[in-house]
Each structure stands twice: as structure tokens, then as C-alpha cells.
């Protein structure tokens, strides 16, 4: 390794390291919580909780439990959706697509805007936790 190239690594590994900051952070620009906490035994309906919303991005936890579209119900959303199964699984009609799209923990799905879509199931034994992020 040059010295050209230690040089590289060491400044690529300090800028690494974590940052000092005495400015004090307000409450609406620091924010942590848990996306698999707060889930109630009981679900009745599906939980739709907004994590953070902006002009143009949209962030939701969704939980599910044996939870579907009903039956004719199709989604047609203006914007975009990134959707990740964080835990469980789930399956998703698109339309003019002829299998049902499987997913399972770990899984992410983008499906753009206008297209159309519902869930046909999700796992009835457990909790299905997505983020979905619509932009």
C-alpha cells in the first residue's frame, strides 16, 4: 500500500467515526421509537400509524393479522409505495399480473403510482409489521 493510499484509509476511516455535536436538537428533527412495539392482542382492524410525513414522503407502520383488502377493493394511490415486511408475511394481488406477489420478513416491494394492488392475506399467526413509505 502507498503512503498515498494510508493516507486515503486513515482519513476514510476517521470520517467514520462518530460526530460531536453540542447544538441541541428540538423534538420534531430527533425522533426514535420501535417498529415492533405498541401492538395490542386484540386486532380488530389493521393499524395504519404514521412515522413521519413531509410535503412529498409519507412513512407508515402497518400491522396486520389475518387482515385482507375487501373483496372488489382495489388500491390506486397518487404516489409510489416502497413497502418492507419488517416481520410476517403477506400476499399481494397486482392487476394484470397473473400470481398472487408473496412476502415475507425481509421482503421489500416497490409498486409505483396507479397501480393497482390489494392484499390478499396476511399471516393469521402472527403479527405482519411493513414500512411503507409512499414519495
Not at 498515498?4 to 421509537?33: D, F, N, T, Y
Amino acid at each position: 500500500m502507498t503512503s498515498q493510499h494510508k493516507a486515503l484509509a486513515v482519513r476514510s476511516a476517521k470520517s467514520r467515526a462518530p460526530l460531536k455535536c453540542s447544538v441541541h436538537v428540538s423534538k420534531e428533527i430527533l425522533m426514535k421509537g420501535t417498529l415492533l412495539g405498541g401492538i395490542p392482542v386484540e386486532l380488530p382492524e389493521e393499524i395504519f400509524d404514521t412515522i413521519c410525513l413531509s410535503e412529498n414522503v409519507k412513512i407508515e407502520r402497518i400491522v396486520s393479522r389475518g387482515h385482507a383488502s375487501p373483496t372488489g377493493f382495489w388500491y390506486d394511490q397518487e404516489k409510489s409505495e416502497f413497502i418492507l415486511i419488517v416481520q410476517g408475511s403477506a400476499g399481494l394481488k397486482i392487476e394484470n399480473v397473473p400470481d398472487i406477489v408473496v412476502l415475507k420478513t425481509g421482503d421489500y416491494l416497490s409498486i409505483g403510482a396507479h397501480v393497482k394492488h390489494r392484499v390478499e392475506w396476511t399471516d393469521p399467526a402472527c403479527e405482519t409489521i411493513w414500512l411503507a413509505v409512499h414519495y
